[in-house]
C-alpha cells in the first residue's frame, strides 16, 4: 500500500464560564479547512493561517436538545460530536474491519476539550464510546457462519514514565515494563491486563472502572491528572474460516490517546534550577514532537540519515507503529479560543502542522492461524536455546569492560525469558476457548460497582460525591453515610477500619466522624489526631453542621461535595447549579485573601489569577509532604509586583510575578523560587513522597538529589527606587531612601546621592542649572550616583548585605553591585558609579522624568546551626512558631500604618505637601518607623528577664500586706528592668522625670515620713542620681509613664497552662492583635498593687499643675495602651 499522510484535524470548543466572566475576546476564525489566529496584542497584523484535514467550529452555534445533546443551530457550521465522529471515528472503524492498525490521539493544553472530543460528556458521546458501540453494532449485523469476532480491551496511564494498568488493583511499584519484542521489534508492556469483552455495555463498564481506577491513583498519590497520557487499546480479531476448514485471522489494534496537557515546557520559566533535568514533566510530550519532527523530516526528504528518537520515553516506544510505522492515524488538535490562551494555542496549532507531514505505511494484518501458532512455537525453541547458552555471545573488543558486557548479559536473558513467557502466555491462549474466556471476563466484570446502581440511593441518601480537577474525573467516586448514627473517616489501616477510606497526604488513621440525625448532618474533626479538615474553604474547628452542597477537603487533596436530598433548601441560594473544582479551589484562595474577581482585570493580570488559583493547592500539597517527611521547610505563595523585582521597572505595575517562597523553618533562610521552578520541585517532592508509600527509607537521600534542599543564596531584602527628575534641571539629590519588601513592609533605608558631573565624575559648576531640560538634547551628559550606607532593621541579615541595580551606561545595559559589608546592620558602601550618555536624547528625558532605578538590597545567607531546642519539633510545631512570630510582626506592621496614617492626616490639615527634593514628612515617618523597629527591639530582649520577673511578681502578690516593702521589692523589679548592658533606659528615663517633679512640687497628700510611700521616694531619687549620668534628660520627654506598660508580663504572671493556651489562640486565630492587647492588659490587674503606688505618686506629683486635680483613669490607661500599643 503507498505511504498515507496521518490525517489531522483541529477542533475549538466554546468558552469557558471563568472566560466568560473575563469578557475574553475571540482569536480563532475557520473557514473550510483553514484555521486562522488573530494575535491579540498586534490585532492589526496578518492573522496566522493553517490548512488542515478538518478544521471544526465548536465554538458557537449549537443548541442543546432535551436529551442534552449539543446540535447545530439552524444555518450555523457548528460541528457536533456525531459529524467528528462521521469524518474521524468511522474511518478508524472501517479501518479496522478492513484488517489496518488504528491510532487516534488528542492533542492541546489542558482545559482545551481533548477529553471532551474523545470520551464526550453526558449524552454528548466522544469518538471512543461511539466507536465502539458502532463496531459492536456491525459485528451484531453479520450473517456469516463462518466469520467469528474477538474483542479485548485494555487501559493504561502513563505518568511520571510509569506505566500503571488501569484495570488492574495490583501494579508493582514502579510501574510496569515495557519491553521490546525482539523479532517484530514493536514496544508492549509486560502483563498488561486484556479483557475480552462482548459487547458496548461490558466496555462501558471496563473504561468507567479505569477512570475510578484513575481518580482514586490521582487523589491518593497526588498526581497531577492532566500530566497523565491515557491510552485505551481495543485489539479486534476476526477469524474467517475458509472452504477448506482451515482459519484465517485479521487482526487490528485500534490505540485511542488521550495525551496529557501540552503546556510549553519552556512557559512555566524552571530555568536554572538545579534539578530540572531530573523531573519527567513533559519528557514524553517533548519526546513526541521530537518523533513527529523526524519523521516529518524524513517524509519530506530533507533528511535522510535520521535516527528517530522512539527509545527516548515510555510513550514514544508505545506509539511507534502509530507514527511512522503500520497504522492509519488520526491525530486531533484542541484549541482554546480566548486571547489570554494565544502562546499555548499558536504552539498547539504549529504542533499539528508539523504532524501533517508524517507519512505512515499500513498493512492488513492477515495471516492463517495455524502459521501464527506455528511461528510462536519455532520462536519459542529459538528462545530457550538462547538461554541455555547464556543469552546473545557478545564479540570481544566491542569496547566494553567485563562488568559492562556482564550487565548487558543479564538484561538480555532477562528480555528473553520475558518474551518467551508472554509467547507461552499466547499460546495457552489459544488452548482455551474464545467462549470460556469471554464466560470468565462477564463473570468478573459482573461485579465492577457502578455509579448507575446508585442512582435510586442518591434521591433517598444523604452522600459524598468527589471533585477533581479534571471534570471527567469528577462526580466518579461516590461515597454513602449511614442513615443514621456515625460515618467514619481514616485510612484503612486503623482499627476499627473507618466506614470511608481514603488515602494520601494529611489522612490520619482517624481522621473525622460525619452525624446523620434523620438528613441533619454534623461533622466533628476526631480529638488529638491532628487532622486537616476544611469546609467551604474554612478549617474545621469543633463540630459543624453542614448544608446540601457543601464543600468538604479531606486533609490535602480529597475534595468532596456533600449532597443532601433529604434537606436540598439548606444549600445557598448563592451557589452555582454545578459545584466543581474550580469553584471549590477559588473559595479556598478567597479565604486565604487572594482575589477571584475578574472585572477590570487586564490580561496580564488575568493570568496572574490563574496561576495563583493554579499553585494554591500546589503549594499546600508541599506543605503537607513536608510535614510528614519532617522536612523543617514551610512554603507560601508570594505575589511580586514589578517594582519589587530585582531591575523591576515601577512603570509596568500589573506586570506581577508569581513565585513560592521556601522557608527553612530552623534557620530562618528564604528562597524564592520563580513558578516554573516551584512545579519542577512539586513534581520531584512527589515522586519522594511516592517512594516513601512504597517504603523506601528516603530520610537519608544525598541533598544534592533532595528536591526540599537548596543551596543558600541571597536574599532579596527589599528594593528602593530613586527616581531622576532632578537629573532633568542639572540638579543634585540627596536622599535616604525605604527599602520596602515585596508585601510593602520597610525593612530600613538607604542614603544615596545623584549629581551631574563630568566624565571623570568631578561635580559640574553651580551655573549648569537648565531651566527647560530641552536645553540638553543632542548634548554629553554625565551623572554620578553614589550609594553611601544603609540601615536594616531585621538582625538576620547582619552576615552580609550588597546592593544591585542596572543602569544603561554608554548605550549598554550593565548590572552594578556594591561591596558586600559583612557583620553589621549598618552597613557604609561609599559606592559611586559615572554614568554617561554619549547624547542626549528625547527618551532619555522622559525616563528622567517617570523613571526610576532600582536599588535592590541582598542580605547574605548562611547555612548556620540552629538553636538545640528548635530541633527537638517537628515540622508542624515549627510553623506553628514561626507563624506566631510572624503574627507578632503583623501587630507592629498595623501600628506603623496607624502611626503614618495619623501623620499624613496631621500633614494635610496644615497644609503641608510632600516635595520631590526635600521631604521631609518622609522623613519624620521614616525616622518615627525606625524607633518602633528599635521599641520592638528593646522587647525582644526584654523577654530574656521573663523568669527573675515571674519569681519577683508572684513573690510580691503572694505576701500579706503587712509584709509587702516597697522599696525592696522596687528595687529588684528595677534592676531586672535595667540588666541589659545595653541602652535600654526607658524606665529611668521614668524616675528621672518623677525627680525633677519632686524638686518642684511638694507632697500635698503625705503626712507620715515612714509610708511605704515615701520609701519609694526615697529609693526613687538615689536610684535616679546614680543614673541620670547616662541618661539626656530632655524637657518635653514622655517617657514610659508605666514601667510595666511596655513588657508583656502575662506568661510571668499565671504558670498555669491553660491561660498560656488562651493566649497562644489570641494569636494564631486570624491574627488579631486586639485580643493579645486585652489580654495584656488583663494580666496587669494581677500586679497592680505594686505599680499603683507609683501611678499614684506620680498622680499626686502632677496634682498642682491641673488645678488641683488628679489624672483620671481614663487617661493612666490610655498612656498604658499606647505603651502596649508598640509592642
Known sequence: MPDESVKVAVRVRPFNQREKDRQAKLIIKMQGQMTTITNPETPNEEPKSFSFDYSYWSHDGFQEQSDGVLVPAGGSNYASQRRVFENLGQGVLDNAFEGYNCSLFAYGQTGSGKSYSMVGYGNNKGIVPITCDEMFKTMDKNTDPNKRFEVTFSMLEIYNEQVRDLLSKDNPKGGLNVRQNPKLGYFYVENLKRVPVGSYAEIEKRTDQGTASRTVAST??????????????????????????????????????????????????????????????????????????????????????IMVPYRDSVLTKLLQNALGGNSKTIMIAALSPADINYDETLSTLRYADRAKKIKNKAVVNENPLDKLIRELKEENEKL????????????????????????????????????????????????????????????????????????????????????????????????????????????????????????????QKQHAVIFNNKGVIEIESVSGSGSKTKINGLPLTGRKALCHKDRILFGSNHMYVLMNPLKPETADSSLPKEITWEFAQKEIAQVKGFATGSAGLSKEQQIVQEQVLEILPMV?????????????????????????????????????????????????????????????????????????????????????????????????????????????????????????????????????????????????????????????????????????????HKSRFSK??????????????????????????????????????????????????????????????????????????????????????????VTINQELRQMENMENSQAHASGRRGTMFGNEIASDTSHLKTEVVLLQRKYERLQQKERRM???????????????????????????????????????????QMLKLQKTVALPSYKDKSSPVLQGQKYVRQMAMEKSSVIEEKEESQGDQDSFGSVDLAPYMNPGTEDSLNRSKGFTQNGKRTTLLSDINSKREVIKPARNAISEYSANKKAPTSNGKRPSSAENNKTESSACVLQ
Not at 545623584?754 to 530641552?774: M, N, S, T, Y
Not at 554614568?835 to 541582598?858: A, H, M, R, W
Not at 547555612?863 to 507578632?888: F, G, I, M, V
Open 800 to 889: 552580609g548585605i550588597l546592593v544591585k541595580y542596572s543602569v544603561k551606561n554608554n548605550g549598554k545595559v550593565e548590572e552594578v553591585k556594591t561591596p558586600t559589608v559583612k557583620n553589621t546592620l549598618t552597613p557604609t558602601f561609599n559606592h559611586s558609579k559615572v554614568i554617561s550618555i554619549p547624547k542626549l536624547k528625547q527618551e532619555n528625558l522622559d525616563f528622567f522624568e517617570s523613571g526610576c532605578i532600582t536599588l535592590s538590597v541582598y542580605g547574605i545567607q548562611e547555612d548556620t546551626l540552629p538553636d538545640p531546642k528548635l530541633l527537638k519539633l517537628n515540622t508542624r510545631e515549627l510553623r506553628e512558631a514561626s507563624l506566631y512570630q510572624e503574627l507578632r510582626d
Open 384 to 507: 530457550k536455546r538462547a538461554m541455555e547458552s547464556g543469552g546473545m555471545v557478545m564479540q570481544e573488543g566491542a569496547g566494553l569492560s567485563p562488568e559492562e558486557l556482564e550487565k548487558m548479559r543479564k538484561q538480555m536473558e532477562e528480555d528473553i525469558r520475558a518474551q518467551l513467557m508472554a509467547n507461552q502466555a499466547m499460546l495457552a491462549e489459544n488452548d482455551q476457548s474464545w467462549d470460556d474466556k469471554l464466560a470468565e471476563a462477564r463473570t468478573e466484570t459482573e461485579k465492577i460497582e457502578t455509579g448507575g446502581a446508585d442512582s435510586k440511593r442518591k434521591s433517598k441518601e444523604p452522600y459524598l460525591i468527589n471533585l477533581n480537577e479534571d471534570p471527567m474525573l469528577s462526580g466518579v467516586i461516590c461515597h454513602f453515610l449511614k442513615n443514621s448514627g456515625e460515618t467514619t473517616v481514616g485510612r484503612k489501616d486503623a482499627s476499627p477500619v473507618p466506614d470511608i477510606c481514603l488515602s494520601g497526604l494529611s489522612i
Open 620 to 792: 499546600s500539597e508541599v506543605n503537607a509532604v513536608s510535614e510528614e517527611l519532617n522536612k523543617q521547610k514551610s512554603f507560601e505563595v508570594v505575589l511580586i509586583s514589578a517594582a519589587a523585582q530585582e531591575g523591576g521597572d515601577i512603570t509596568q505595575s500589573n506586570a506581577s510575578k508569581v513565585t513560592v517562597k521556601m522557608k527553612n523553618l530552623l534557620n530562618g533562610n528564604t528562597w524564592l523560587w520563580e513558578r516554573g521552578k516551584f512545579i519542577t520541585r512539586r513534581y520531584l517532592i512527589q515522586e519522594l513522597y511516592q517512594k516513601f508509600l512504597d517504603g523506601e527509607d528516603v530520610s537519608h537521600i544525598p541533598k544534592e538529589q533532595d528536591p526540599f534542599w537548596e543551596p543558600t543564596e541571597d536574599v532579596l531584602i527589599g528594593t528602593s527606587n530613586l527616581f531622576l527628575q532632578s537629573l532633568s534641571y542639572c540638579l543634585d539629590f540627596e536622599d535616604t531612601l525605604n527599602i520596602s519588601d515585596y508585601k510593602g513592609q520597610e525593612e530600613g533605608h538607604v542614603k544615596v546621592k545623584l549629581e551631574p558631573c563630568d566624565p571623570k565624575g568631578k561635580p559640574i559648576d553651580e551655573e549648569a542649572f537648565v531651566d527647560d531640560p530641552r536645553e540638553l538634547l543632542n548634548k554629553p551628559y554625565n551623572f554620578k550616583l553614589t550609594i553611601e550606607n544603609a540601615n536594616i
Open 950 to 992: 515571674q519569681q519577683i511578681c508572684e513573690e510580691w502578690s503572694k505576701k500579706p500586706a503587712e509584709e509587702k516593702q516597697f522599696e525592696p521589692f522596687y528595687r529588684a523589679v528595677s534592676a531586672a528592668a535595667n540588666s541589659t548592658g545595653t541602652r535600654l533606659k526607658t524606665r529611668v528615663q521614668m524616675l528621672n
Open 220 to 305: 491518593n498519590m497526588n498526581a497531577t491528572s492532566s500530566r497523565a497520557h491515557t491510552v485505551v487499546t481495543i485489539t479486534f480479531d476476526q477469524i474467517i474460516k475458509n472452504e477448506s476448514g482451515s482459519e484465517t485471522k485479521k487482526s487490528s489494534v485500534m490505540n485511542l490517546v488521550d495525551l496529557a496537557g501540552s503546556e510549553r515546557a519552556d512557559s512555566t520559566g524552571a530555568t536554572g534550577d538545579r534539578l530540572k533535568e531530573g523531573a519527567n514533566i513533559n519528557k514524553s510530550l517533548s519526546a513526541l514532537g521530537n518523533v513527529i519532527s523526524a519523521l516529518a523530516d524524513l517524509s519530506m526528504g530533507t533528511k535522510k540519515k
